[in-house]
């Protein structure tokens, strides 16, 4: 929605209001000092709705101009394109190119991937939300189940992939070196 159809959109707004308060435009003209019929072409959107308009009417309504006129929402939905790489496609679920970045990272069954640990800037974090997933740090090698978490530098040579060749689905958090994540920390009664 652009903010011309915000605008727009405040006219049924308006309307609903008058209605739930059980007002009519007599009486809002009234309260108001605007006119029935400046009232009405406002309900319908024959009428540009303006500040000047729009603050009184507020008033009368008990609302803010926020409710009256709502900014454009913005989108929710991430659309950036899966990324193919080593035998991995990766669904990338955060829109920014900086920060804290994630990932739902698939390797399909069968899938042969060659152990050939990397390294770069960053720290990274994985979730396993099925399969098993087989995480060589340096010289350690650990099998991640579902439900099991990893976090790590990346500046420490590090592959991953499937433990034994079925699908793995996991989720990654990618960040530069030295963020962190922030992890909730556990009450006394939750350690218990």
Do not use: C
């Not at 008990?62 to 006129?69: C, K, M, N, P």
């Amino acid at each position: 929605m652009d903010t011309e159809d915000a605008i727009a959109a405040a006219g049924v707004r308006l309307r609903r209001l008058r209605n739930d308060r059980g007002l009519t435009l007599a009486e809002v003209e009234e309260a108001t000092g605007i006119s029935a019929s400046t009232l009405s072409r406002l309900e319908s959107g024959r009428r540009r709705a303006t500040l000047e308009l729009l603050l009184p009417l507020a008033r009368v309504y008990g609302t803010t101009l926020d409710e009256l006129v709502r900014a454009p929402a913005a989108d929710p939905r991430v659309r950036a394109r899966p990324i193919r790489r080593d035998g991995m496609t990766m669904l990338p679920l955060s829109r920014q190119a900086a920060g804290l970045q994630a990932f739902k990272i698939v390797i399909p069954a069968g899938a042969r991937t060659v152990p050939r640990q990397r390294t770069h800037d960053g720290y990274e974090w994985l979730y396993v939300l099925s399969g098993r997933l087989r995480l060589k740090l340096g010289d350690e090698e650990v099998v991640l189940e579902p439900g099991e978490a990893a976090e790590f530098d990346t500046r420490v040579p590090h592959w991953f992939g499937t433990e034994t060749g079925g699908a793995v689905e996991l989720l990654s958090l990618f960040g530069a070196q030295g963020e962190r994540a922030h992890v909730r920390a556990r009450t006394t009664a939750e350690q218990a």
